[in-house]
C-alpha cells in the first residue's frame, strides 16, 4: 500500500456550535476533533503527504496544524465537499497513489476501519470506494443507491432523494479512498445543480461510473463510528463514546476503574496494570501513570508523570512527576514543574509549585513549598511557607538533607539551609543558616500581670 495521501475536509464554520472557536478545534476526550482525525490516519497508515482544507478561523487551526507533519489550503468561498477538496489539487496533482479523504469533525473514526477501508479498495482494484455504515435512521445522510447486480450506481442526498430511496438504510459516510489518477478529472465535471447550490463530492461516484471506472461502498463500520460533529449535543454524545471505549480499553488491560460512569479519562492518557482509578477523577491530557497506584476519588491529574505504588486522594496534579512511593493528600495541589522523589509524602491542604522535594521527606498539612530544592529526609512542619515572592521577583529557597522545619515557620528566600539543621516551630529565616544548627527566630516570650 505504497503512496498513500490523505485530505481532511476541516473548512466548515461549525455556526450551529455558537463558538468564536473553529468548530475542528473543539475537543472531546481532552483532544482537538480534528487531532483525532489526524491520530486515526496516523496511525492507520504511513501517508506520503496530509493535506488540511481550512476555512473559517484558519489561523487558529494553521497554528495547530504545526505539530503534525500536515500541509494546509484554503477554501474561501464554502461550496460544497467537492470543492472544498478540489482545493487541494495543487498540492497532490500529478501524484500517483490512493487518496483517503476524510472529515475533520468526525472524532469517533478508529484506524482499524480506514484499514479496512485501504485494504478493500486495493484489493478489489477499485478507483473508488465509500465507506458506508448500516443505520436504523438514515435522515440527514446520503443514500447509497445500488442497482439491480448490486453495485453502487450513485449517492442521493436526503433532499434530493425519493421516497424509495429515503428508505434506504446504507448511508454514506462522507469517508472516501480515491484512484488519485481519475480524481481530478471526475471533480472538474461536479456541478451544482441542486436545492443548495453546492458541489457535492458524492457526485463523483455517478461520473467515475459513467466513465466507466470501478466504484463501491462497503460497509465497515458501526453507526456509531460515522458520527459527525456539528453541535454541543453531538460534542457530548462524542466525549461520552470516546470516554467509555478508553474505560473500557484500560478495563481490558488490568485497570481497576471503581465506577466508569464517574471517571473520566482523555484519550492520550496511559495506565500502567493493577492500578486503580476511584470515583470522579478526572485523569487528562498526555498523562502517564504506572502500576499499583491508588489514584481518587475527587482527583485531578493533567499531564503529568505518576511512577509505581503512588497513592493519591482528593488532590489536584498539573504538569508534574510523581516517583514511586509517593502519598499525596487529601486535599493537596501539586503544581506546574513540580517533581516528588521517591516516598515522599504531601498532606492534607499543602501546595508544592516548581519545586524538587527530594526523597522519604514530608510536607505536612497546611504548608506551602514554592521555587524550592528540598532535600533528603527533610521534615516540613505544619504551616510552613516558603516566601518565594517579594511583589515583583520570585525567588529560590534551598532546604539541604534532613533538615528538621518546625511548625509554623516562614522561611524568606533567597535563603540556604545547611544539612541537619533544627528550626524551631514559629520561626521567620531571613538568613543562611549552616549546617548542623539548632536555629530560633522569634521574639522571646513576655509574660505581665493582667490590669483587673
Not at 470522579?280 to 497506584?293: D, P, V
Request: charged share 25%; hydrophobic share 35%.
Amino acid at each position: 500500500m505504497n503512496n498513500i495521501y490523505s485530505v481532511i475536509l476541516g473548512a466548515g464554520e461549525g455556526t450551529r456550535m455558537k463558538s468564536c472557536l473553529p468548530k475542528v478545534l473543539h475537543k472531546v476526550a481532552g483532544k482537538e476533533l480534528i487531532s483525532h482525525v489526524i491520530d486515526c490516519l496516523n496511525s492507520a497508515v504511513k501517508m506520503q503527504k496530509l493535506v488540511v482544507v481550512v476555512g473559517s478561523g484558519s489561523d487558529l487551526v494553521i497554528e495547530h496544524l504545526k505539530k503534525y507533519n500536515a500541509d494546509y489550503v484554503f477554501q474561501k468561498e464554502r461550496l460544497g465537499s467537492a470543492h472544498a477538496l478540489l482545493q487541494a489539487k495543487n498540492k497532490l496533482k500529478n501524484l500517483d497513489g490512493n487518496l483517503i479523504v476524510m472529515c475533520g469533525d468526525t472524532p469517533l473514526v478508529q484506524s482499524k476501519t480506514i484499514k479496512d477501508l485501504l485494504k478493500y479498495h486495493t484489493k478489489n482494484k477499485n478507483n473508488a470506494t465509500v465507506l458506508s455504515g448500516i443505520v436504523q435512521n438514515p435522515f440527514g445522510y446520503g443514500r447509497i443507491v445500488r442497482d439491480s447486480k448490486g453495485a453502487v450506481s450513485c449517492i442521493v442526498e436526503e433532499k434530493s432523494a425519493t421516497n424509495e430511496q429515503k428508505a434506504i438504510k446504507e448511508i454514506n459516510s462522507g469517508i472516501y479512498c480515491f484512484d488519485l489518477k481519475v480524481l481530478w478529472k471526475a471533480l472538474s465535471k461536479v456541478d451544482n445543480k441542486n436545492s443548495k447550490k453546492e458541489y457535492y463530492l458524492t457526485d463523483v461516484i455517478e461520473i467515475l461510473n459513467k466513465g466507466g471506472y470501478k466504484t463501491d461502498a462497503v460497509a465497515l463500520t458501526t453507526e456509531e463510528e460515522i458520527l459527525g460533529v456539528n453541535d454541543r449535543k453531538q460534542l457530548a454524545v462524542a466525549e461520552d463514546i470516546l470516554r467509555t471505549r478508553k474505560n473500557n480499553e484500560l478495563m481490558a488491560n488490568g485497570v481497576t476503574i471503581v465506577d466508569p460512569k464517574t471517571t473520566y479519562i482523555d484519550s492520550d492518557v496511559v495506565i500502567e496494570q493493577d492500578t486503580v482509578i476511584k470515583p470522579n477523577t478526572f485523569i487528562e491530557g498526555k498523562t502517564k501513570i504506572g502500576k499499583n497506584c491508588v489514584i481518587g476519588p475527587d482527583t485531578t491529574i493533567t499531564d503529568s508523570v505518576i511512577k509505581e505504588n503512588v497513592f493519591i486522594t482528593y488532590s489536584y496534579i498539573e504538569e508534574s512527576e510523581i516517583e514511586n512511593g509517593v502519598k499525596i493528600g487529601p486535599f493537596a495541589h501539586i503544581r506546574p514543574k513540580s517533581l516528588l522523589k521517591e516516598n515522599v509524602k504531601v498532606g492534607n491542604f499543602s501546595e508544592v509549585k516548581k519545586s524538587v522535594v527530594g526523597y522519604g521527606s514530608k510536607v505536612n498539612h497546611l504548608s506551602y513549598i514554592g521555587d524550592a530544592t528540598v532535600g533528603k529526609n527533610v521534615n516540613i512542619g505544619a504551616g510552613t511557607i516558603t516566601c518565594n515572592y517579594d511583589g515583583k521577583n520570585k525567588f529560590q529557597t534551598v532546604i539541604q538533607d534532613d533538615v528538621f522545619v518546625g511548625s509554623n515557620v516562614n522561611l524568606v528566600a533567597p535563603v540556604n539551609i545547611g544539612k541537619k539543621v533544627l528550626i524551631a516551630a514559629g520561626s521567620t529565616i531571613t538568613d543562611n543558616v549552616s549546617p548542623n544548627k539548632l536555629t530560633i527566630a522569634r521574639a522571646r516570650q513576655i509574660v505581665k500581670v493582667r490590669k483587673k
